[in-house]
């Protein structure tokens, strides 16, 4: 197992390295994302030389590391938050993740997707990313490639977002006040770094706004996958393989600690040190899960998932940016 572990940290530290090149900071992509590509580099091509006694150490990173990774994301919020952009940005931020997972999964049934790939894309899209997609992998045991074609949206469409909304709002077609495009951009756009990338194109008044509004977007992570778990309590979700009738509903306890640690965070008990330090070894945490998961992804299995996956995130992108719009427009 140790040397499956060495060998998904080595990755990882090269994502690291790869992340913070200044192209990469340029384009606001993460070194999670590079990860997952690196894997899916090493699956595609090395993976069959692989030793089997060094696949429990990738398994291992895909979910034990993985759920600590999401324990402490929370490092990076607090319930200060909340009341920094008020009521309306909350109720805004609701809206859009009940109507993206909730259409997402309407969508889903009538593309006959698989109900995994369905609820991993539509929760990535509808509340942080590639983050929300772990967590609910973590949730419904989805194998691996069903969790790597969700994240591939993830990119895909949080990247087009990272350009594509400066340059509509800075030619007037997106009409709205800073404090409006920031509420926009926080509650529609899929990543946090990709919110940051665009905020920040869109200056200060917006990207503050908007930062706050996709950490707001990030606590409801925790009721959805608590919501996710009644369902797969009672057989409505997750693979045919692991899919089983539980009685009662098994709480996944890395959704609730990672609630418990935005409380402690809110104490303000760390240093500004403390916490930067934090987040960086929860995200070389999470780039070595989503490194795990790029490993066990084959070019056969994107294959298999067919095309889509992707037109059902398409849609959701479209939901978005115009129901976006209107939202925050109507405010």
Known sequence: MLHGILLIALFSLAAFYLGDMAWAKHLSISPMIIGIVLGMIYANSLRNNLPPTWVPGITFCAKRVLRVGIVLYGFRLTLQDVTAVGLSAVVVDAIVVCVTIGGGLLIGRILKLDRSITLLISVGAGICGAAAV?????????????????????????TLSMFLYPVLYRNGVLDLSPQSMGIMTGSTVHEVAH???????MGKGVSDIAIIVKMIRVMMLVPVLLVVSWFVAHGKQGDA????????????????????????????????????????????????????????????????AGAKPFLLAALLYCWLLGGGYLIAKAL
């Open 195 to 201: 919110v940051v990338g665009a905020g920040n194109a």
């Open 134 to 158: 772990l967590g609910t992998e973590g949730a419904i045991n989805a194998k691996p490639y069903k969790t790597a074609v969700a994240v591939s949206t993830v990119v895909i469409f949080g």
């Open 241 to 304: 393989e692991t899919q089983t009738k539980r009685k009662g509903i098994t709480i996944p306890w890395f959704a609730v600690l990672f609630l418990v640690v935005i409380g402690f965070n809110s104490l303000n008990l760390f240093s500004p040190a403390v916490n930067d330090a934090i987040n960086t070894f929860d995200t070389f945490l999470l780039t070595m899960a989503m490194t795990a998961l790029g490993a066990e992804t084959s070019i056969d299995k994107f294959k298999k």
